[in-house]
């Protein structure tokens, strides 16, 4: 492996649409994924992106252009019926919920490995999937990003999800996880909305702004950043190394507001 930085790498053109698709993922996943934890249905977002994912394998499948309206509409219905389904199964079975999330994430990916086994770039798909192709967004696709993501969060912040009820959120996570699994893969969209919310679950006690959320923007923008940025002069995959920039700016938050708690 070739460890050697090249600085020259650091090219705006190309570092930031993918950095700004990052800035949109988080709009979304940050409010939803602190939702999503007090919920205590973590693995939800994986099940989510993977039954997207299926509607995009399926619409391949059929041959449907990829990357057109029809493929988004796929993925958008699949997304969708997961939610019903997820809507069904909290009702009927609540405290079963986490145990099926996961059965159907399992399914969904199993499903897709079927669809994919005939085609001879099946590999090559399966791992955009699961971890995107940020660096290759284009204009279209973040304009796509951004009409979804303002949508979600006027919809959060108007108090319509809650009044829909379970199938509300269901449904706004759905559309929020299809709009951005495309763009920066299966895996990104979990940390995104996993890792800045575990680490600011015990922000409440801390004095930064009184905003968890902002403290969950923060560490999210910085690991996007920082992956970027080392992903580029280290000619390494940006998705795993942004997963990875996460978790770090995740744990340096985690020590020093522990030590700040400590301290009061």
């Known amino acids: ?5 090249n600085w020259a790498a650091l090219d705006w053109g190309i570092l930031g649409p ?12 940050v409010p939803l994924g602190a939702q999503v934890l007090d919920r205590g249905i973590v693995f939800i977002d994986l099940a989510i992106a993977q039954i997207a994912g299926l509607g995009v394998i399926a619409a391949d499948a059929v041959g449907l252009p990829e990357g ?4 988004q509409i796929a993925a ?9 389904l997820l809507t069904w199964t909290e009702r009927k079975a609540p405290h079963q919920q986490e145990a099926l999330i996961g059965v159907m994430f399992i399914l969904a990916a199993c499903a897709g490995i079927l669809l994919l086994s005939g085609n001879p770039h099946g590999g090559e798909h399966l791992k955009e999937l699961l971890v ?9 696709q ?33 559309l929020a996880v299809t709009a951005s699994v495309q763009l920066v893969g299966v895996y990104l969209v979990f940390s995104s909305l996993i890792i800045p919310a575990l680490a600011t679950r015990s922000s409440t006690r801390i004095t930064v702004g009184g905003n968890r959320h902002g403290v969950a923007y923060g560490i999210g923008v910085v690991g996007y950043a920082l992956g970027l940025a080392l992903s580029a002069v280290l000619d ?10 996460l978790a770090a700016c995740a744990l340096a938050w985690a020590w020093f507001s522990g030590g700040r708690v400590a301290k009061a």
């Open 1 to 5: 492996m070739n460890w050697a930085m």
């Open 18 to 29: 993918a950095f700004i698709a990052g800035l949109l993922v988080l709009a979304t996943h």
């Open 68 to 71: 057109g309206v029809a493929v």
């Open 76 to 84: 958008v219905v699949a997304a969708l019926l997961g939610a019903l």
């Open 132 to 140: 995107g192709q940020i660096l290759w967004v284009n204009t279209t």
């Open 142 to 174: 973040l304009l796509w990003l951004g009409g979804v993501s303002a949508v979600i969060l006027f919809a959060l912040w108007r108090g319509w999800v809650a009044r829909l009820g379970r199938f509300g959120f269901y449904a706004v996570f759905a």
């Open 236 to 245: 390494l995959p940006s998705g795993a190394v942004i997963v990875w920039t």
